[in-house]
């Protein structure tokens, strides 16, 4: 639902320091940081970049040391703001990382006006002087819990998505599957396609998408297990479809647990047990790396409990 009180315009400034040379202004925006030549022309109409305090046109060469300065013209948020608990993992200049709680959605939909997590940061960004569009650049079910990268100008935002579509960003899951996994670890590699008339439930079957999932056993119980899963691609539902296809399907996933694997812990686990656990990926500005975890949730903790 937008938000009819409309607001101004404000100025997101972005400021760079090269640790590197031997290329354009322009092809170092373009090539280095992933900023689309849409935006580099928008920019250089409004004498948007500066590199050392002057304005640079695009041919100019950039050197060690030098210092870019970018003024991004952002348009307001248009969601309205609802104070919420926000668990913070991680923040700086350029990002917010969020630990989302199960439940919760993540963006305004037909059903969820003001109660998803996109009004919370929008209270929270206008607390700290901000008021922009909310970017994620990660996306989790509504009963999927962990960790979300929200980027706080457009720049972070292009080159988050550029290092994701690099696969750059190293993204590990904790969840918990009927049954005891024998093998220590494996790879699936299976290849996932969305028949139709399936009703959003996607299978195993060549004519799909190439896909890969790693997992590690970290605990065994009576009647499940404990997994780390590392996703190599990024293609929907891919954890639960490829555990699933092993013949343990995450506890709580109704949409991939078949009737045999029913057991006790439906009854009180109402949710699929897949946690986002940790990222790995490079910062934005500083270029450094970042590994950021988060804590798994309560709900998550109590299947350590024998049953």
């Not at 922009?132 to 935002?157: C, E, Q, Y």
């Not at 439930?201 to 056993?217: A, L």
Request: net charge neutral; hydrophobic share 30%.
């Amino acid at each position: 639902m937008l938000d009819p009180n409309k607001q101004s315009s404000t100025t997101i400034t972005h400021i760079i320091e090269i640790s590197e040379e031997g290329c354009s202004l322009k092809d170092f925006l373009r090539d280095h940081y992933g900023i689309s030549s849409r935006l580099l022309s928008k920019m250089k109409k409004g004498r948007q970049i500066k590199m050392n305090g002057q304005y640079a046109p695009y041919h100019t060469q950039v050197y060690r040391g030098d210092e870019i300065k970018m003024n991004f013209e952002e348009d307001p948020n248009a969601y309205p703001r609802v104070p919420m608990d926000l668990e913070i993992a991680y923040e700086d200049l350029d990002l917010l990382i969020l630990n989302k709680q199960p439940g919760v959605v993540t963006h305004p939909t037909r059903g969820h006006h003001e109660d998803t997590l996109t009004n919370g940061v929008v209270d929270y960004f206008q607390q700290i002087g901000l008021n922009m569009k909310i970017r994620f650049v990660n996306r989790l079910d509504m009963n999927t819990s962990g960790l979300l990268i929200v980027a706080k100008n457009p720049f972070a935002h292009f080159d988050l998505m550029k290092q994701m579509q690099e696969d750059l960003v190293i993204k590990h899951y904790l969840t918990w599957v009927h049954g005891v996994v024998e093998k220590d670890q494996g790879v699936i590699e299976g290849r996932i396609f969305n028949p139709e008339g399936s009703q959003g439930r996607r299978i195993i079957d060549p004519r799909g998408q190439d896909s890969k999932t790693g997992y590690k056993v970290l605990e065994r119980k009576k009647n499940r297990t404990l997994l780390k899963v590392r996703l190599y691609t990024g293609r929907t539902h891919q954890i639960r479809v490829h555990l699933s296809s092993l013949g343990h399907p995450i506890i709580g996933d109704t949409l991939y647990c078949d009737s045999k694997n029913q057991v006790i812990e439906e009854e009180y686990f109402p949710r699929q047990a897949l946690h986002a656990y940790e990222l790995e990926f490079f910062q934005p500005r500083y270029r450094t790396k970042l590994q950021v975890e988060a804590s798994m949730p309560k709900d998550m903790k109590n299947l350590y409990q024998d049953s």
